[in-house]
């Protein structure tokens, strides 16, 4: 079964940057076409964050984090990053790695298969 293992949250001031990572094993009888991230506040829905497709490397992101985050592939097929820059305390959440959106690769997809999720705290 495929598994996503996030990484690289932590706390930090608001403005201040972040990048989380993603490793996929297990993947290999799978095509990871679409790769993305959401994230959920605690009492809050999830919301999806960014994504990415694997091949061709188009992405997509959430009104709210346009212009402010970046959601890259490594050299690895299986690695994809997310790189946040002017954060701000309503980013605060726990984000979660995914993959195999149901319905096509975009922002707000809704993926399948994710990861435990690495916590982001942003303080005023």
């Known amino acids: 079964q495929v598994q996503l293992v996030e990484s690289g949250g932590g706390s930090v001031q608001a403005g201040g940057s972040l990048r989380i990572s993603c490793v996929v094993s297990?993947?290999?009888?799978?095509?990871?076409?679409?790769m993305g991230w959401f994230r959920q506040a605690p009492g809050k829905g999830r919301e999806g964050v960014a994504a990415?497709?694997?091949?061709?490397?188009?992405?997509y992101y959430a009104d709210s984090v346009k212009g402010r985050f970046t959601i890259s592939q490594g050299n690895a097929k299986n690695t994809v990053y997310l790189q946040m820059n002017s954060l701000k305390p309503e980013d605060t959440a726990m984000y979660y790695c995914?993959?195999?959106?149901?319905?096509?690769?975009?922002?707000?997809?809704?993926?399948?298969?994710w990861g435990q999720g690495t916590q982001v705290t942003v303080s005023s």
């Open positions: 995914a993959t195999f959106p149901r319905d096509g690769c975009y922002a707000g997809a809704d993926f399948r298969v």
């Open positions: 297990r993947y290999m009888n799978y095509h990871l076409e679409c």
């Open positions: 990415i497709y694997t091949s061709g490397g188009s992405t």
